[in-house]
């Protein structure tokens, strides 16, 4: 059995450094596999519940292609078709869904909400993005730095714009594994500051910087990736136009991308609004590995729902 299996996924915390390593050398060995059409049913026979608080596109639909892929199968489950919607408590939908399938993944608001669900399910929970955290997200991006630069050490990822979920993400799984981070973020936006404080432990052990900063060009100077996501994410839609004027000078654009490493490239976890935290230019453009990353989310949560759920392997 290996040692992931029956785990949770609540956070990339919920992971040391090796166990990181361990899942993004399995999403790779399943993306090969995937590539040359050689079959992999490491979870034949299994489920994974899947509920959704929120929309979503790459998430939903690369766990549920991932989960075929694997051999098992993946239930939408949009939390205003359950029962849930109607007020079941969340503890008495973990324990019944843990009845039925082998993995549940949920994407919701508050992030006790998955805390709560992992407390009571005894099947493995994985986070697929809360206010707080979107740690699946991260796996893929660093399974496509890892491919972009043969290394995760050593790389700076500079993130501009909301001290958000992503950011929140990145910061945890890029000091975990070695790379230098840096926040550009503006006041009263910045990251919430447990999670820095989390991520200033792990730059203890990895040997990785941590900088937090208001100014746009010292977070992207030397950066190797320079990485940003929405102003306003979902559920901030009535702030949009007053987030708009505070974050203008944090667009990712090719003025920005001109002060940062020679061969910088540009990430964003989709989806994007043009001109707003990202020019069209720089997000279409040849430095853009954007897509790359929305492919990876599949292989890389291939790779974490075969270690989680297979019990195999
Ligand atoms: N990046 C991401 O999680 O996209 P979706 O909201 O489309 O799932
Ligand atoms: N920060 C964004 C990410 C979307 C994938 C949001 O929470 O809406």
New binding site residues.
Partial sequence: MNNLYGRHCLTLQDFSAEEMNQILGMAAGLKDKQSKGVTHQLLAGKTLAMIFQ?P?T??RVSFEVGMWQLGGMALFLSSQELQMGRGEPIKDTAAVLSRYVDGIMIRTFDHEEVEELALHASVPVING?T?LL?PC?VLADLMTIKERFGRLKGIKLAYLG?G????HSLMLGCTKMGLDVAVGAPPGYLPNARIEEKARGNTLESGSRLLITSDPLQAVENADVIYT??W?????EAEKQARREVFSSYQVNSGILDMAAPGAVIMH???AYRGEEISSEVLDGERSIVLEQAENRLHAQKGLMALLIGENL
Avoid: F
């Fill in positions: 929120k979503s790459r998430t993005l206010d979107h997200q909301d958000n979920n992503v950011a996501d929405v306003a994410s979902m559920g901030q976890c989709l989806p």
